[in-house]
């Protein structure tokens, strides 16, 4: 039955067929959503690909594994894996026309993937979303004649804040913090007001704010479908290239810039021996491009049926990869400066990374240059654009997979369903704006993501490439571009990619240091905590394999065949107005 549905679906495309049988021609419908233009699709695919990770975590994991020489096995991750799973999932959801339910999946692999990939979004969805309400209120907080962490003499200012800007022979001890860091301490966060996180304090008010303005406009991109979303990522996804630039012009005219890039990409080429700097660079470009978040699933499933989605993937992902490599020239270019300021090494300066680099680091120096108001309202709203991109790609995965799960219930309801979700996601991050929410946002980051959607995505390779079968999958490849995928892609899906991804899943587990934040160190209770959420959302995927195994009827030998054999169902792909042979 399979193989006369790839007949049919070739024979369209003009591939000949001997098992095609002269039958009477119907007419497929399609009432499913679509790209108005296809310039739509590939900015909101960059959009989510280019998030706040590419200005911060990229640029310090270059510099931390042997700057220029961190591009080697960058690179080769890239080729071997990023690139070749970033296509698949392309390929597999504009084929499918289905989100991370996998609706080409009539067996195990296709619920539990799915219901795995929607609780990560959420939990993703209540920490990310609370950076991006932290950038808002440094964006408020910038609308005034002086900044207001350019100085130690504010109320929530300490007898430790010490400003080695204004004041010349400043002696600084390890007690000293700069105005920068009391102000998204004490001011944003006010986490001196928590002890932890058995004591996390009260909701701060104005964060919540903060997120109810961010969520509003979720809300209202996303209600319509891609035909609103659409449109919004010609702002959002474009905005931050134009403020790249203008930091990047500002920042290469600093005194001391050149510092800055030198420590950047200065090669130390004895790093690439180091296990550390390969497992840094495959686990980079997994989060970066990222694949297995079921985003790209859903993108390109409002795509037509004979869009080029090769060239999409080697597009999109070679803007991602570039803009990462641009963006640690806007960052250590304003290092350089605040090294050639204080009068210290670079390496000195970087010490921050994670939104410490975006909230302390780079705000002190946007400070203490000319025309600091300008630059450090157009940092702010590169920053809300740079996240809003990526929560309109997380949540429209959710979307996506319960509208074509359930199209009976929720296909006439769509902006009632974005509204419950969005509630949703927005009370699910309450506990991420008390005091304590930077020690909340931080377990929800390590724990909440990290290897279950890596793990997630290994079984999405395996479960395509191996049950789904590579020669199935590259004829449905053939079936959209005409044209087989080559050897590459087919050695890279089926066996490099599946390895490339287990390797990252062995080597998180085998280094796991301790976890701190602001000198606060983990307790081992909240550790646990941490792996409790991890597996509440892998722990799906080996439920419903067993859920199915239990109520499939028959003995163990057909079970496993019924659970492990894939259904395929001729797409409908009635976009381009294509009249099909009915299979009998």
């Not at 095609?20 to 959009?47: C, E, H, N, Y």
């Not at 609308?143 to 430790?160: A, R, Y």
């Not at 994670?354 to 002190?364: A, H, K, N, Q, V």
Request: hydrophobic share 50%; aromatic share 16%.
């Amino acid at each position: 039955h399979c193989h006369q549905e790839d007949s049919a679906v070739m024979a369209h495309h003009g591939s000949s067929s001997n098992s095609a049988v002269p039958v009477p021609a119907i007419t497929q419908t399609d009432s499913r959503d679509k790209w108005s233009k296809k310039m739509d699709f590939l900015l909101s695919v960059i959009g989510f690909a280019v998030d706040l990770g590419n200005v911060w975590r990229f640029p310090y994991i270059c510099y931390q594994n042997g700057g220029g020489a961190f591009l080697i096995p960058y690179i080769l991750m890239a080729i071997f894996g990023g690139v070749p799973l970033f296509y698949m999932e392309l390929a597999l959801g504009q084929f499918h026309r289905t989100g991370v339910w996998l609706g080409e999946c009539k067996y195990v692999f296709k619920m539990s993937i799915g219901y795995a990939i929607c609780i990560i979004a959420l939990y993703v969805s209540f920490y990310y979303n609370t950076i991006i309400a932290w950038a808002l209120f440094y964006f408020y907080s910038s609308f005034t004649s002086i900044l207001p962490w350019t100085n130690c003499e504010n109320v929530w200012n300490t007898p430790n804040c010490t400003n080695y800007f204004d004041t010349i022979n400043v002696t600084w001890t390890n007690s000293s913090r700069s105005p920068a860091e009391e102000f998204y301490t004490r001011n944003v966060l006010e986490i001196h007001k928590a002890s932890g996180l058995r004591n996390v304090g009260g909701v701060r008010w104005q964060l919540m704010l903060c997120l109810f303005l961010i969520f509003t406009i979720v809300y209202f991109s996303l209600w319509k479908g891609v035909k609103t979303s659409g449109k919004v990522v010609w702002v959002t996804a474009t905005l931050p290239y134009i403020v790249l630039l203008i930091l990047l012009i500002r920042g290469a005219t600093l005194p001391g810039a050149w510092r800055g890039v030198v420590f950047y990409l200065k090669p130390q080429w004895e790093k690439l021996l180091e296990t550390s700097v390969w497992v840094d660079a495959a686990a980079q470009i997994f989060f970066s491009l990222g694949p297995g978040f079921g985003v790209l699933l859903a993108l390109s499933s409002y795509n037509p049926f004979t869009n080029n989605c090769y060239r999409d993937a080697i597009v999109t992902s070679s803007v991602n990869c570039l803009t990462s490599f641009v963006s640690g020239f806007v960052i250590f270019t304003v290092l350089g400066y605040m090294a050639e300021m204080r009068n210290v090494e670079v390496e000195d300066v970087a010490r921050d990374k994670g939104p410490s680099l975006l909230f302390i680091t780079y705000p002190e120096a946007i400070a203490n240059m000319p025309g600091s108001i300008f630059f450090a309202i157009i940092f702010f709203v590169m920053m809300i654009m740079l996240g809003l991109d990526s929560t309109f790609g997380g949540l429209e995965a959710i979307i996506t997979a319960v509208l074509d799960e359930y199209p009976d219930h929720f296909s006439h309801r769509r902006e009632l369903f974005v509204l419950c979700l969005v509630v949703v996601c927005f009370l699910g991050s309450l506990s991420t704006l008390t005091n304590g929410g930077a020690y909340v946002v931080k377990l929800l980051e390590e724990f909440g993501v990290g290897c279950s959607i890596i793990a997630v995505g290994f079984l999405e390779a395996i479960a395509v490439s191996w049950f789904y079968g590579i020669k199935r999958f590259s004829n449905d490849v053939q079936a959209m571009l005409g044209k087989a995928p080559g050897l590459f892609w087919k050695v890279c899906w089926v066996a490099i990619s599946p390895a490339f991804l287990a390797y990252i899943i062995v080597s998180s587990l085998l280094k796991a240091p301790p976890l701190t934040l602001f000198e606060y160190k983990y307790p081992d209770w909240s550790i646990t905590v941490g792996y409790i959420i991890g597996f509440s959302s892998f722990m799906w995927i080996p439920i419903y394999m067993v859920y199915k195994l239990v109520w499939t009827p028959g003995s163990l030998k057909q079970r496993l065949a019924v659970c492990l054999r894939p259904e395929r169902t001729i797409p409908d792909i009635h976009s381009d107005s294509l009249n099909m042979a009915s299979v009998p």
